[in-house]
């Protein structure tokens, strides 16, 4: 006898959240008694469509079984915090139903991309053999349009996604236009400049990056504390950067030339900037430490990038004066006393790079955990 499971995800947990209906709710009277209470609730909720949809699919498949098949119907809810949080609680159900069923493939009735997300969730653990989407059907026109926007606007979710980010960008030009010429014209500049970083964070997955740290925070909210402090050091240490070569420039921008104005500029901006790195990089360290899974890469991200600013530093400085018209003589006493300062960067990385392969080994060996 082959057993076939229908399932419909609500990953957001409306149903509990509305209803104060806990799942997995399993079997067609239980599910159709949530859909009718998620109806009454909400009635303009997608999730109750996907509901009905999924027991439109259970019916049609008892109705037309041919071949001893046993169907049964379940409804697995997430989380209100969409994320891994809810991702789990989706996980932690399907296996309880699996176990309890024990199904040999299933289809699963969605609503939208939001819920179809945690098809790789539930491919781990049941086959899925057909995934249908429940799409409903509207009248046409500038009316229902309007309608659907207003709803959004009232969603939470969307109206964080779409009113914050217009009521950001109205506000700046609003500043930008009251505010002085030149600083008005930063202002306003400023606004294509973040839209691009925002645009490049989503295209090059930073974004992830970013809500995975957050999480990391929740979760260890002791050096999550500390981490905060060190974040805002980073934050303040970038505006310091900046300043500072503004400062320069301003200084050198009328007495030298173009080559030399933007090394100086560079070179006084480099040390907080590398501050900037290092702080952020302690963030982490303090993050990985508190979950147990700091792997000393992180230590060694740290003194790499003091041995990067140590050659960096040295090259801006002998460059500039070069570019000013002092002679600089190639001989083994000045060249070692240049590179003095970045040598002994790279004996110390290369200290710790052996004392942390070493705590590797002596852990493999042991089986202790050394924090490494």
Known sequence: MTRTLVLTVDRDNDLGVKTGIRGPVVGRRQVMAAALKLGIADPEESDTNAILGALSQHDNLVEHNSEGEEVEIAILTGDEKVGIRSDRAVAAQLEEVVAAFQPD????????????????????????????????????????????????????KWRAKIMIPVGLVLSLIGLGIMLPNEIGGVVIG???????????????????T???VIQEMRDNADAAMFSSLLWTAT?????????????????????????????????????????????????????RLQRGSFSGRLLILGIFAMVVYSFVDTALVIATRVLRGEA?????????????????????????????????????????????
């Not at 491919?123 to 409903?136: L, N």
């Not at 030298?256 to 952020?280: D, G, K, R």
């Not at 000045?334 to 942390?356: C, E, N, S």
């Open 235 to 287: 934050v303040f240490s970038a505006i310091f950067a900046v300043a500072e070569g503004y400062r320069e420039y301003n200084i050198y921008v009328a007495t030298v030339s173009s080559s030399v104005l933007w090394l100086e500029v560079v070179h006084s901006a480099l040390a907080w900037i590398v501050i900037a790195f290092l702080t952020s990089t302690a963030g982490f360290m303090l993050l």
């Open 105 to 156: 493939k299933a289809i699963l009735v969605t609503d939208g991309a939001e819920d179809e997300s945690v098809l790789p969730i539930l491919q781990s653990q049941v086959r899925i053999d057909h995934v249908e989407k429940i799409i409903v059907k509207q009248s046409k026109g500038i009316e229902g349009t309007y309608y659907y926007i207003v709803k959004a606007l009232e969603d939470p």
């Open 328 to 372: 600089y003589e190639f001989s083994v006493t000045d060249i070692i006393g240049d590179l003095q300062y970045p040598m002994t960067w790279v004996v110390v990385l290369w200290m710790a790079m052996t004392i942390v392969r070493s705590l590797r080994t002596r852990q493999a060996q042991t089986e202790r955990y050394w924090g490494i």
């Open 210 to 212: 970013v809500n995975k």
């Open 190 to 208: 400023g606004l294509p400049l973040v839209t691009g970083l925002y645009l490049l964070s989503k295209g090059a997955g930073i974004e992830a």
